[in-house]
């Protein structure tokens, strides 16, 4: 009877048996490590991305409303000793259909505090643009004064426009 004596293997081969292993678990690992950096990384660059924040919607715009104020303003004034004659058509420009309403109810001192304010101008600042363009203003804040006094809200107002402006 022989007596079974165990044969080692040489040291060469379980090195190479091992060696596989180890390769495919180093690359395992490393692909873990990999998905997991580029899921943390997407998150934190989308956590850190600037949010569009909606602006809120605001209102839609109502179209103008124009009030045309008739017959035309006339006027005269004295330049250098002469009698000068003013002509102006006014428009009342609102969003708001109860400030034209309102505007409409208190026509006599809306006409009133305007031709007092356009027989009051002097002929050599009235002649320029930018004589005109305060003159406007000047209009504007006449016209919404009235609008406070009558319970209105002035300031929805939005412009009034000379259509027509005659000097002789």
Same mark, same amino acid.
């Given at each position: 009877?022989?007596?079974? +004596? !165990?044969?080692?293997?040489?040291?060469?081969?379980?090195?190479?048996?091992? $060696?596989?292993? @180890? $390769?495919?678990?180093? +690359? /395992?690992?490393?692909?873990?490590?990999?998905? =997991? /950096? @580029? @899921? /943390? #990384?997407?998150?934190?660059?989308?956590? &850190?991305?600037?949010?569009?924040?909606?602006?809120?919607?605001? =209102? !839609?715009? %109502?179209?103008?409303?124009?009030?045309?104020?008739?017959? !035309?303003?006339?006027?005269?004034?004295?330049?250098e000793?002469?009698?000068?004659?003013?002509?102006?058509?006014?428009?009342?420009?609102? &969003?708001?259909?109860?400030? +034209?309403?309102?505007?409409?109810?208190?026509?006599?001192?809306? &006409?009133?505090?305007?031709?007092?304010?356009?027989?009051?101008?002097?002929?050599?600042v009235?002649?320029?643009?930018? @004589? $005109?363009? %305060?003159?406007?203003?000047?209009?504007? #804040?006449?016209? &919404?004064?009235?609008?406070?006094?009558? /319970?209105g809200?002035?300031?929805?107002?939005?412009?009034?426009?000379?259509t027509?402006?005659?000097?002789?």
């Open positions: 009877m022989a007596a079974e +004596i !165990p044969v080692l293997a040489p040291a060469d081969q379980s090195a190479a048996d091992k $060696k596989p292993k @180890g $390769k495919l678990l180093l +690359i /395992g690992v490393a692909a873990v490590v990999l998905l =997991a /950096g @580029g @899921g /943390g #990384a997407a998150w934190w660059f989308s956590s &850190r991305a600037p949010h569009k924040v909606e602006a809120p919607k605001a =209102a !839609p715009v %109502a179209p103008p409303v124009y009030l045309a104020l008739d017959p !035309p303003f006339v006027v005269n004034f004295e330049s000793q002469l009698v000068r004659f003013l002509q102006v058509t006014v428009q009342l420009m609102s &969003r708001d259909p109860a400030t +034209i309403e309102l505007l409409k109810a208190n026509d006599p001192v809306v &006409r009133n505090d305007l031709l007092l304010l356009f027989a009051n101008q002097k002929y050599t009235v002649s320029t643009r930018e @004589g $005109k363009e %305060a003159l406007r203003t000047e209009a504007l #804040a006449d016209v &919404r004064k009235v609008l406070s006094t009558a /319970g809200h002035p300031e929805r107002l939005e412009a009034v426009y000379f027509s402006f005659v000097m002789q």
